[in-house]
């Protein structure tokens, strides 16, 4: 799994990284010929076999060693995952690896005693008779390592191996790290570029609708094992996911989590194909959605499926329909906003738009970021939310779309501890849509389009019979239905009868919503004329990775930006704007002050007083509330704009012709 958000590796050396050098084997040592070719797969997020490029790309080889590498300081305190999206992730790792036992072909297992006696004087106690979805191959398939990956990596090259990878999105620390791989590797290293996102581009927007439309109908990137003479050679270190498991103690407490193997997402696949029909109306109400969705996106945010092998199994087998056009359209969604970070790895830590960089920093109060973290707002919707966020590590696209409009417009929090407290629970979290829709939930992009989630409304729109909010409220069971948008109005007879004393039983509202909404707006329309022209700048621009690329940027910054009455001209940043841009590009804008959490022994018995950086998976554009600035007739053509009146579900969802290439 990549580290992208905490950092550079700071906790593995060269001294504890297994395998040890003395347990790598050169390439001709597996295949008894002095040419041999070796070639390892350095898995890091797309845990599978099959339309993965690297794994094509390396059974071209005469030896192919497929590794996988722990690396300590990715479970180090404030670490990046909770307990259950941890425990997901080993699941994974052990299913890969029996994946890779199943290839057919040829096959070598090279012990590896010296690596054993490392990993156990570190305490990895391997051999404890794994059993379950955390049980290995019987046979080793896949190479498991521990330590610093770019240690462990140099060693192969060391010994003569090549090694390829897939290039993943990710924030500067990633980049950071795969820079540090490539300096230690050299020419040896490739990554390879197999998910459908464009690198190394200057605008990567243009074209890319039909870049994107022909990579999701290509054939996929599958090797050919039967067809090829090549020796698939496993290393026994001793490693395995259950090992590392038991040594940072996992010990999930969410449920109705999913189990982290290739058979369950195959299976969830085709449940959803049976019932794709009935998504449309499946995805909005929070207790509908937790049946009615597809369940795959932890599966895909871990690659034990590509997003082509799900669009293809999809269009080729699900009946066609309203549901299947709506569900691939979420598929280019998720290219769409991961296209973004590839553009930009700033989006973890820095406003898109200087012009809000620092929004909310002023008006820090722990006390309300914790009000929500515990969903103790005295806003039902809201804590019926965040209270399922941290139990169960789900929760449907519109209410994560609510409840950061809520922290971010109604509390007036900085965004980045709401971005990061979703990361740290969903098990599906992907970092290049959480972070980047947390952004634009939170209006830091400069767009002309905005929207404020009334959580009230959606008691009513969503859970009228207060289904979804009892599940998670219980303390509010009681109360009549009627009273759920607003508790505290329920006649105090009525509460006494009940016996929900609101103030007592279950809290008052922590803010005024409505002063506070018209706080924000009043902030925000002042501040939006400013950021509309800030995204002429060619890097700011680059940084929103609109996808009518620069075009739509600079649309935006001519009719809404500061000077949208002048005459309009072709804008031309100066070479001051550039370096402006490219410090704040480079320079973390988080403040220091860790956010305490009182509620020490809550998920998963976590001490989240520190929660780490690096989210969730977006299903859809949210739809506009009851408060929406939307001016009339914008002809940006940008699919990230939606239309005031564009209240369905339906008409949320972004087709290829909505983007703007």
Partial sequence: MDRDETGDNQGSTAETTVPIAADVPRPADICDNADATGTVVWHRKHLRVDDHLAVARAAEADVVCPLFVFDPSFYADGGLACDARLRFFHEAVASLDRLYAAVPGSTATRPAPDSHRQVTSIGVQPDAGDEGSLAGADDTGLTIGYGDPVAALSRFVDAGWEVVTMATPTSRYGKQRDERVRDTCGDAITFVSGDGLVRDREWSRRGWQDHIKEWLTATQHSPDWDGA????????????????????????????????????????????????????????????????????????????????????????RAPSCRGREMFTDRLVWNLHYNQKLVDWPGWTDTAVNPVFEGYNEDRHDPELVQAWKRGETGFPMVDASMRCLAGSGWLNFRMRAMCASFFAHVLHQPWWIGADWYHHHLIDSDVGINYTQWQSQAGLIGKPAQRVYNPRKQVQDQDPDGEWITEW????????????????????????????????????????FEARRETFWSRYERDRPEAAARLAQPEIAKRASFSGGYDAAKAIAKKHGRDAESPPQDVQASLSDVVNADRETTGMRRPAQAETNPNSGGDDGVDESTVPTGVGRHQGAPSPDDHAAVPDGDDTDDSDRASLDDSTDEAEQTTFEGFNG
């Fill in 473 to 512: 409220v219980p303390e509010l069971s009681p109360l009549p239905s009627q009273f759920l948008s607003r508790p505290e109005r329920a006649p105090l007879n009525v509460q006494t009868d009940c016996g929900v004393v609101i103030g007592d039983t279950y809290p008052r509202p922590v803010v005024d």
């Fill in 229 to 316: 003479d090549t020796v698939r050679v496993g290393i026994d270190t001793g490693v395995t996911p259950a090992a590392v498991d038991r040594m940072f103690d996992v010990t999930p407490a969410k449920r109705k989590v999913p189990t982290g193997t290739h058979q369950d997402a195959v299976e969830r696949l085709d449940s959803f194909l049976d019932r794709i029909r009935a998504y449309p109306e499946h995805i909005s109400a929070p207790q509908r959605a937790r049946v009615g969705a597809s369940g795959l996106s932890p599966f895909l945010n871990f690659g034990l499926l590509s997003i082509r092998q799900v669009h293809q199994a999809v269009t080729e």
